[in-house]
């Protein structure tokens, strides 16, 4: 059964950084895009960040380009978000996600994490 599962969330004061790891198990990735979205109560799932199979092709939402970068282990299994100059809008939880194509929307993903929660004081 394929799962997901994200860590590294916590609390952080604005301006710091956090680091989120997804390992991916149960069936195979190496085809799979990924990627992670975060949802703030009251709001959709919005998408962050999204890398290819083969980990060449990235693509962030506005509101983090420029402070957040997305990777992913050769393996294809492990897939990273490095945040940095947190800010208090960026508090959500965090979702990882795998889709047979890069996508951009939460339809186009097939496969979740349970999420992580990332809190950035003021």
């Known amino acids: 059964q394929a799962r997901l599962v994200e860590s590294g969330g916590g609390l952080v004061q604005a301006g710091g950084s956090l680091r989120l790891s997804c390992v991916a198990s149960?069936?195979?990735?190496?085809?799979?895009?990924m990627g992670w979205f975060r949802q703030s109560p009251g709001k959709e799932r919005e998408f962050v960040a999204t890398v290819s199979w083969n980990g060449d092709n990235t693509y962030y939402a506005d509101s983090v380009k420029g402070r957040f970068t997305i990777s992913r282990t050769s393996a294809k299994n492990t897939v990273y978000l490095q945040m940095n100059s947190l800010k208090p809008e960026d508090t959500a939880v965090y979702y990882c996600?795998?889709?047979?194509?890069?996508?951009?929307?939460?339809?186009?993903?097939?496969?979740w994490g349970q999420g992580t929660q990332v809190t950035v004081s003021s």
């Open positions: 149960g069936r195979t990735f190496s085809g799979y895009g």
């Open positions: 996600a795998a889709g047979p194509n890069i996508a951009f929307s939460v339809a186009g993903m097939e496969y």
